[in-house]
């Protein structure tokens, strides 16, 4: 069983700044890739970033120069820096994991809220 236990979401003006952490654990082998999805109201999921395990990055173009993705290998851990967020980033966040020979994770998802 995998557990991915994300934090750091919250309220924010906009132009304000978050940090969100997502913390894998439980039966996890030959993690390939973890990442970071939203999902607006009457909207459908859509990719944020994700980096491999090798440090290779991908990221949305609506968040290119805002957002950087991170992660502690050793820790099993992803991280995004959010800057200069704006009201439309306004979402639930939801952690991912690719692991083992073809499984996908995700976590419970946290809230990000950006006022304008």
């Known amino acids: 069983q995998v557990q991915l236990a994300e934090s750091g979401g919250g309220l924010v003006q906009a132009g304000g700044s978050l940090r969100l952490s997502c913390e894998a654990s439980g039966s996890i082998f030959s993690i390939s890739a973890m990442g970071w999805y939203r999902q607006a109201p009457g909207k459908q999921r859509e990719l944020v970033a994700t980096?491999?395990?090798?440090?290779?990055?991908n990221y949305a173009d609506s968040v290119k120069g805002r957002f950087t993705i991170f992660r502690d290998n050793a820790k099993n851990t992803v991280y995004v820096q959010m800057n200069s967020l704006k009201p439309e980033d306004t979402a639930v966040y939801y952690c991912n994991l690719k692991w083992g020979f073809n499984s996908n994770s995700w976590g419970q998802g946290t809230q990000v809220t950006v006022s304008s």
């Open positions: 980096i491999t395990k090798g440090g290779i990055t």
